[in-house]
């Protein structure tokens, strides 16, 4: 799954006739139609989707294959991945999530922080969330421009200069 970034899931049935609540996870979430095929982890592809309409923080949307309530429901909570070369080039303050996961985490000594485990968005900003060399615990990290200052996808690391105590107290 490298080459593929995720783009949306799909959120069960919308009515009894195949449609499928679909969430987009895209800048632009209507262009999530025209990264198609898209694929799921478990090796699915769906060749074709067309929206239809929209419904509570989602769109309704007719993908090839389903025609059924019950097939539509049946893949609630799927994710759906797009081929990353079908994506748009970004700018470069801009990063794709997939390309930060497991990257290592230096502050601006060199001295390693722990790795990008994930990236949350829960409506305030980005944050990194970093897992600790030394374990399973995590620290969430502002991933803002004086939070994060370096991001070299080239080298493969990421340079922070967290607030002060965040890693000193384990992020507790």
């Known amino acids: 799954m490298a080459a593929r970034v995720v783009v949306g899931s ?5 009515g009894v006739h195949g449609e499928v609540r679909l969430k987009s996870f895209c800048a632009d979430p209507a262009a999530i139609a025209d990264y198609a ?3 799921t982890e478990d090796g699915g592809i769906f060749a074709q989707i067309v929206l239809t ?7 309704t949307a007719r993908v ?18 797009a081929d990353r070369d079908r994506l748009p080039s970004l ?4 990063f794709y999530h997939a390309d930060l996961i497991g990257l290592p985490v230096h502050d601006t000594g060199g001295a390693l ?5 994930a990236v949350h968005d829960h409506g305030a900003g980005d944050l990194l969330e970093v897992e600790l060399p ?7 990290v502002p991933f803002t421009r004086s939070a994060v200052p370096t991001v070299d ?9 967290p607030p002060e105590g965040l890693f000193s107290d384990g992020g507790a």
Not at 10 to 14: E, I, R, V
Not at 53 to 59: L, Q, S
Not at 91 to 94: A, F, I, L, N, V
Not at 153 to 161: K, S, T
């Open 10 to 14: 799909l959120g069960g049935a919308f």
């Open 37 to 39: 095929p898209l694929f």
């Open 53 to 59: 309409g929209e419904a509570k923080g989602a769109f």
């Open 64 to 81: 090839d294959a389903i025609t059924t309530k019950e097939q539509a429901d049946a893949l609630k909570g799927t994710v759906l991945y």
């Open 91 to 94: 700018p470069d303050d801009e």
């Open 113 to 117: 922080l722990g790795r990008v485990k």
């Open 134 to 140: 030394q374990g399973s615990a995590t620290v969430l």
């Open 153 to 161: 996808l080239a080298a493969g690391r990421i340079v922070a200069d």
